[in-house]
């Protein structure tokens, strides 16, 4: 099928090629970001592949549709960028990648909780500077503390049980539970609780229209003085501002993001030689007690072979006429 890969990324062009020896499917690499102007480059296309930062949204979807496209694969597991609802109307099916690598963010969610702990940036640079001074470096041990995970789905669990393993007491909350992770000795609490007890909060939920913003100024005044919060899942999930706020009043003692609200124009992107806008963004990197990833948690060789492989898997399946297990259906 003739695939029209946008936001074509250099490091994931080679596990798309090898995975289409077996898959055999025409794709023609496209760098630019899918969105209302580029939307053309899809002419003629029955597939559009899209990335995480492409927009899906219902005016780029209807023209999509009116150029010929039928199917649009996602390489990536969340899909809150896509309106499902229009997908729907337009006739288009949507694709994504549920299950790559649950371990990759998982363990990138841990590295950020270590690094922040045991401030290793900061140390660091210390050390490149022959600067050996412990002064301002003291962490704390992990066992004993309490850990909270909010969503325990396949990322989610998967750090839960890292988290039992450094010896945390391990809170959850998620609406639907998971027996696997009751079996290690997790506890279900409500988010109050959570919020109350918690040492370390750490984000594993899709972002969904109900949960926009569920880490607001309330939620961050129930939390306890000089709390860790780690988000790797998506950036509307928390309000920035009031974590800036929680970070100016020292509430938050530490926070470690993958993901930011307003990534869209900044990450996957070289921007170090222009002036960076977002004075929200600019405000967080002041902070030493904040640690930024660029939404990198995905991002291990072993996950990239299974995008790949899932990605054009899906694509196959809906060329054949098969059922497509990985479709993302429209909730109402
Ligand atoms: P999953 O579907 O396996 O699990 C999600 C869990 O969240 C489910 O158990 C669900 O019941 C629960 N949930 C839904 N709404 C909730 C809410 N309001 N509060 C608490 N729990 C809720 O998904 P997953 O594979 O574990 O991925 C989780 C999220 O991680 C994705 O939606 C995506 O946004 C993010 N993600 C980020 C990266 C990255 O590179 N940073 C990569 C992959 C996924």
Redesign the pocket.
């Known amino acids: 099928m003739k695939v029209a890969v946008f936001s074509t990324h250099s490091y994931e062009k080679t596990f798309l090629e090898k995975a289409n020896i077996e898959t055999k499917h025409e794709l023609i690499f496209l760098e630019p970001r899918l969105q209302a102007s580029t939307i053309k480059l899809a002419d003629d296309f029955p597939a559009v592949c899209a990335f995480a930062t492409d927009d899906l949204s219902a005016p780029v979807l209807q023209q999509l549709a009116k150029v010929g496209v039928k199917v649009v694969a996602l390489r990536s597991?969340?899909f809150n960028h896509v309106d499902l609802a229009a997908a729907k109307e337009f006739g288009l099916r949507v694709v994504r990648v549920?299950?790559y690598s649950?371990h990759a963010?998982a363990e990138h969610a841990i590295a950020l909780i270590l690094a922040l702990d045991r401030k290793l940036i900061r140390a660091h640079s210390r050390v490149q500077e022959c600067n050996f001074s412990l002064d301002g470096l003291m962490g704390f041990d992990l066992i004993g503390k309490t850990a909270a995970v909010?969503?325990?789905?396949?990322?989610?669990s998967v750090v839960a049980k890292l988290l039992a393993a450094f010896g945390c007491q391990v809170l959850a909350?998620?609406?639907?539970k998971?027996s696997d992770c009751e079996k290690a000795g997790i506890k279900y609490v409500s988010l109050d609780e959570m919020f109350s007890s918690s040492d370390i909060i750490t984000l594993?939920?899709?972002?969904?229209e109900?949960?926009h913003h569920?880490v607001d100024q309330i939620a961050v005044e129930k939390m306890k003085t000089g709390v860790m919060l780690i988000n790797?899942?998506?950036g509307g999930l928390i309000d920035t501002k009031a974590i800036i706020k929680g970070l100016k009043s020292q509430k938050i003692g530490y926070l470690g993001l993958?993901?930011y609200e307003e990534e869209t124009e900044l990450f996957f992107h070289d921007c170090s030689n222009q002036v960076l806008e977002d004075d929200v963004f600019a405000r967080l990197l002041t902070f030493p007690n904040v640690l930024i990833t660029g939404?990198q948690?995905?991002f291990t060789k072993e996950a990239l072979e299974k995008i790949a492989e899932i990605t054009l898997q899906n694509i196959s399946d809906f060329e054949a006429g098969r059922f497509l297990k990985n479709e993302v259906l429209n909730p109402s």
């Open positions: 597991a969340g549920p299950r649950p963010v909010i969503g325990t789905g396949a990322i989610g909350f998620d609406p639907v998971n594993h939920c899709p972002l969904t109900s949960n569920l790797t899942s998506r993958d993901v939404h948690a995905f």
